[in-house]
């Protein structure tokens, strides 16, 4: 598109402001977790190793919830973009109330069959590296319905255009964390019970400021008074239409994940350590991106909502090429910092040098693949359009990411690097398939489909 589209709904300045606090919430909470494993780190190697596989775990039950708190806010954003706030506050008390009660049931679940999931998902592990496991997944799984109340109530903020709030209550919620963990563990002398209490403590932290501030009248999307404790089924029917296909896609995503952990977990402490380094650093290669992801969602859907489809169309392209710019930015920098990083973690040689090739290899599929295989899913998602990206999502993981490990890390013995090409493989599947759904029109005729 040569021209911007007359009488935008967002301006320069608006994406700024939506993504800029974006960017500082998902860097603290990285570099949060960067801290947690250095800490950790002083425990042993063991301890690095079962935070990682647990939060392998954890993360999969997160990103379900954050799949529904994607739902509410795209059912929201879109009423908002039509003009009809009213609607889109019921979408939010849905929300909320929807989050609750599945995410306690599941937790309470989970609770009775830990012992199980560990021993059938890691089996292979030392004892030290399972007991440390069980402890650590024992006190975080009771964390989960708080931040999963959070998700969903800074997604209803970044509805409104609000990130900095969400921000705001993330800084609070980290530093609970991280004072917690370097009391606990260096002041006291603790083990993994030093990492554990802290995430829970922090996370019911967050989730009563969110659930607090959406109870004040001057936000556009405010709880009900009174509220409502009975489910909809309307509205709860629209934000499944899009939280279950997204939550099925995260859920493969990480079951996936979980899988390569596990066959990660068999190279050895050296692989399952250098590997936890990698992602620990890694995140923040892809931060810039993900956090453009994350604010494609309600620009988009709110353009979608106003039935503006060049816009969608005028932003969607124009997120992507920020994305890009600014993984490649950030990736030059990590690069020329990698030796020093590592001397935080207190590695063997080996380890180390395992973990510096994983770290370069990261950045440089991070800066070419990452944008185009995870920005354009949530424009499509924000449209609607969630079963194509489901499908795409999930052959592309378990054929590539999946696949290829297990053929390249497993049976062709290359360890851990063969695991880091099926995930190069997968990014670049999902890469060609987003783009050339882009260019054709299919998606494009939810616009005729609007509610």
Excluded at 93 to 105: G, T
Excluded at 262 to 288: E, M, Y
Aim: hydrophobic residues 55%.
């Amino acid at each position: 598109m040569k021209k911007p589209p007359e009488g935008l709904i967002f301006s320069r300045r608006d994406i700024f402001r939506i993504i800029l606090p974006l960017v500082a919430e998902q860097f603290l909470a990285m570099f949060v977790g960067m801290a947690d494993s250095v800490m950790i780190s002083s425990v042993g190697e063991a301890a690095v190793s079962a935070v990682s596989l647990v939060d392998s775990v954890s993360i999969l039950l997160i990103q379900l919830f954050t799949a529904l708190a994607t739902g509410g806010a795209v059912v929201a954003g879109q009423y908002l973009g039509a003009k009809n706030e009213e609607r889109a506050r019921r979408v939010s008390d849905q929300l909320i109330l929807l989050i609750f009660l599945i995410s306690a049931v599941v937790t309470a679940a989970l609770f009775f069959l830990r012992g199980v999931i560990l021993r059938t998902v890691f089996g292979s592990i030392t004892q030290e590296v399972m007991g440390y496991a069980d402890t650590y997944l024992t006190i975080t799984l009771f964390s989960i319905p708080f931040i999963a109340l959070y998700n969903g109530g800074a997604a209803i903020f970044r509805t409104m255009a609000d990130s900095r709030t969400p921000m705001l209550i993330s800084f609070l919620m980290n530093a609970v964390n991280i004072s917690g963990n370097a009391l606990l563990i260096y002041g006291l002398g603790w083990e993994i019970e030093g990492a554990a209490i802290p995430t829970l403590l922090s996370r019911i932290v967050a989730a009563v400021v969110v659930l607090l501030l959406l109870r004040r009248e001057k936000y556009s999307l405010h709880f009900s008074r009174p509220f409502r404790f009975r489910l909809e089924g309307g509205t709860v029917k629209r934000i499944l239409g899009i939280g279950i296909p997204n939550g099925i896609e995260n859920a493969m995503f990480q079951f996936g994940k979980i899988m390569v952990v596990s066959l990660i977990s068999s190279f050895g402490t050296v692989a399952i350590t250098a590997n936890a380094v990698g992602n620990a650093i890694g995140v923040f290669q892809i931060l810039p991106g993900a956090a453009i992801g994350t604010a494609a969602v309600p620009i988009i859907s709110r353009c979608f909502g106003a039935g503006e489809e060049r816009q969608v169309r005028y932003y969607a392209l124009r997120l992507l090429r920020l994305a890009f710019f600014c993984n490649i930015a950030i990736n030059l920098v990590f690069s020329l910092a990698i030796p020093l990083i590592l001397q935080l973690y207190h590695l063997t040689e080996e380890t180390g040098a395992l973990a510096s090739w994983v770290l370069l290899f990261s950045a440089v599929v991070s800066s070419t693949l990452w944008p185009a295989a995870f920005m354009f899913p949530n424009v499509y998602r924000a449209t609607g359009d969630v079963k194509y990206t489901m499908i795409v999502s999930v052959v592309s993981m378990w054929v590539f990411r999946v696949g290829f490990s297990y053929l390249l890390g497993g049976a062709l013995n290359l360890g851990l690097q063969g695991v880091w090409y099926g995930m190069a493989a997968d990014w670049a599947c999902r890469s060609v398939f987003f783009l050339l759904r882009y260019r054709s029109k299919a998606w494009r005729r939810r616009f005729t489909l609007r509610a």
